[in-house]
């Protein structure tokens, strides 16, 4: 049982990329030194930016005069028309139902609104992708076409497919494989077998022998056994 707690441990530590764990380490420093934050590094109209968050890095296309493109779901379009109350800065709330009901927008912010305290990277992309960038104006231009409501998909249309389409004329995610890499690792495990055919005789103990507790118990670990 503790080869099998280590395990879960382990793996959940791959998906998240053990962000969580560094970003309690750097709230500890926070609260031992004064935070100190410079002004946003000299930006063009075009620019791809990034800020990083505690499990994600959000993305936008800068567009000059303190402005941000950036896709981000967001539930409140859904339940009112009101503009002004829409255009307020998205709380996590909001992001995290717009996120369950695939509504997002692409928006335009202020950059400290998008940053939201956050510091923010220019342009790192550029030197993981093999596509060469299109022309800044190009860029800019390319993410002001699609400003309004856009269909969402956490793994497969998010705001890094926006950026990277807007930049590279290519929608792909980093993050989106990476998540997708640490999946297959725990697929390709044998001991998710273990733990699976575990939690369907637990669920058949505490709610009986019925098809919707025996097919899944036979038929998951089946499935994680062949992949693997």
């Given amino acids: 049982m ?9 793996k959940f530590s791959l998906i998240f990329q053990l962000k ?6 750097l709230e500890r420093e926070d609260r031992e030194r004064p935070v100190q934050r410079g ?32 896709l981000i779901p967001d539930i409140l379009p ?7 109350l829409i255009s307020s800065v998205i709380t996590n709330n909001r992001l995290i139902l717009g996120c369950i009901y695939k ?29 060469q960038p299109f022309p800044s104006d ?11 409501p856009f269909p969402y998909s956490l793994l497969w ?19 989106t494989e990476k998540f997708c890499e640490c999946l297959k690792s725990i697929i390709r495990d044998q001991r998710s077998v273990i ?8 669920s058949m103990v505490c709610f009986g022998m019925a098809p919707a507790t025996t097919l899944p118990t036979v038929l998951i670990p089946f499935t994680l056994w062949m992949a693997g």
């Fill in 138 to 148: 190009c860029v800019a231009q390319r993410a002001e076409k699609l400003t309004g």
């Fill in 2 to 10: 503790l080869q099998l707690l280590t395990f879960l441990v382990e």
């Fill in 195 to 202: 733990i699976s055919g575990l939690l369907g005789i637990i």
């Fill in 103 to 131: 509504c997002a927008t692409v928006r335009v912010d202020t950059l400290e609104d998008f940053a939201y305290g956050s510091s923010i990277l220019a342009n790192r992309m550029d030197k993981m992708m093999k596509m």
């Fill in 39 to 70: 002004p946003h590094p000299p930006l063009r109209r075009g620019d791809l930016l990034e800020v990083p968050r505690s499990l994600f890095t959000h993305y936008g296309i800068y567009l000059g005069d303190n402005k941000v493109a950036h």
């Fill in 78 to 84: 859904v339940l009112t028309n009101n503009h002004k």
């Fill in 20 to 25: 969580i764990f560094e970003s309690s380490c």
């Fill in 157 to 175: 249309n998010n705001c890094e497919h926006f950026v990277t389409y807007c930049r590279y004329g290519s929608a792909t995610s980093q993050q």
